[in-house]
């Protein structure tokens, strides 16, 4: 598994756009090229339609603000195809409102590149990267299928790496940090 101070592989993935345009059957491609100059926050989901990855998708969706107010932009992925994403989407009705995009790994390789495939499930666990604008994983966490991840802790995470100071256990933005 690719882990901090790596290289973010490249990719090139069709995707559901966020936001209302995601409602009308129109695909996007999203690169490693896209959003350059941003940091990105990608995270991965094992399946659509499932029970645990609505509850994740939706909460990073709900924060697209805050991290776009942080010069971020949020990717989510799984192996499902951009027409089982727009679905999803259309009959979900907590993703009719989600503002990030939805891309579609249906062949694996970023899974596979950034080594977080659950063999046994032959879908990616839920790893969530933070990559800087140059493309440099600074924080990488994977959980097991069954239990959900907390955006509201990669948001917290995003603001300690780009405080670029030494951040204490629970730091939150605003708090002090410790001084060497």
Known sequence: MLTVGD???T???SAVPGGPEGLKGDFVQI???SDKGKWKVVFFWPLDFTFVCPTEIVAFGKLAGEFKDRDAVVYGVSIDSAFVHLNWR???AELKNLEIPMLSDIKRELIES???MAEQ???ALRATFIVDPQGIIRHVSVNDLS???NPQEVLRILDGLQSDEL???NWKKGDAFIKA
């Open 90 to 92: 259309l009959n979900h």
């Open 167 to 169: 951040c204490p256990c």
């Open 121 to 123: 499930a032959g879908a």
């Open 7 to 9: 290289k973010f592989p």
């Open 11 to 13: 990719f090139n993935l």
């Open 114 to 116: 950034c080594g977080v």
């Open 147 to 149: 239990v959900g991840r």
């Open 31 to 33: 690169t490693d090229e």
